[in-house]
């Protein structure tokens, strides 16, 4: 059978992992289900906000100009403010927050991962499904990571502080 040209048999698998991945999701909505504190402060003060916190607009500014909708520059720059980080590096580990864009190549990302996970900083994957290997990508870094990772479609956030090995699809 054949819908639009295109056997039902190709778009059925895309489909169900779509919607298996919207349900996964759904748990965590608002923060319900979510069973750690910073994590659930992290949604309720910084995921669910539309305006910016009150204080520096750096990143802000920076991720807007790298090409970052305007959403996910606010969120990025409510994170910062609301963990209290000082400083920020765009696809460089050498700062408390590190935002690792998608023009990044896969080595260099790791590395920065790598690194920023030596030193204990936060890094912002940004785009973690524009693509299958983005994908891949992402997969690895979080089946390898040792503390909590938060990916909200937008961006995969990997904090490398004394959480446990936890990770959450919001």
């Known amino acids: 059978m054949k819908i639009v040209g295109h056997p039902i048999s190709f778009r059925l698998p895309g489909r169900v992992s779509e919607l298996r991945n919207r349900l996964s999701r759904a748990r965590y909505f608002r923060?319900?289900?979510?069973?750690?504190?910073?994590?659930?402060?992290?949604?309720?003060?910084?995921?669910?906000r539309d305006d910016l916190l009150p204080g520096r607009r750096d990143l802000y500014e920076a991720l807007l100009t790298?090409?970052?909708?305007?959403?996910?520059?606010?969120?990025?720059q409510n994170l910062m403010i609301h963990c209290g980080y000082t400083t920020f590096?765009?696809?460089?580990?050498?700062?408390e927050f590190?935002?690792?864009?998608?023009?990044?190549?896969r080595p260099?990302?790791?590395?920065?991962?790598?690194?920023a996970a030596e030193?204990?900083?936060?890094?912002?994957?940004?785009?973690p499904y524009d693509g299958c290997e983005r994908q891949a990508l992402c997969g690895q870094i979080i089946a390898g990571h040792a503390s909590t990772?938060?990916?909200?479609?937008?961006?995969?956030?990997?904090?490398?502080?004394?959480?446990?090995k936890q990770h959450f699809r919001i």
């Open 119 to 127: 030193a204990g900083h936060t890094v912002a994957l940004m785009s």
């Open 89 to 95: 590096g765009l696809n460089r580990a050498d700062a």
């Open 31 to 48: 923060g319900h289900g979510v069973h750690s504190p910073f994590v659930y402060d992290i949604v309720r003060s910084v995921f669910m």
């Open 149 to 164: 990772t938060v990916d909200n479609r937008g961006y995969l956030l990997i904090f490398n502080n004394h959480l446990p």
């Open 98 to 105: 590190c935002v690792a864009t998608c023009g990044l190549p």
């Open 66 to 76: 790298a090409g970052v909708s305007r959403r996910r520059a606010v969120q990025l």
């Open 108 to 115: 260099a990302t790791l590395a920065l991962v790598r690194a």
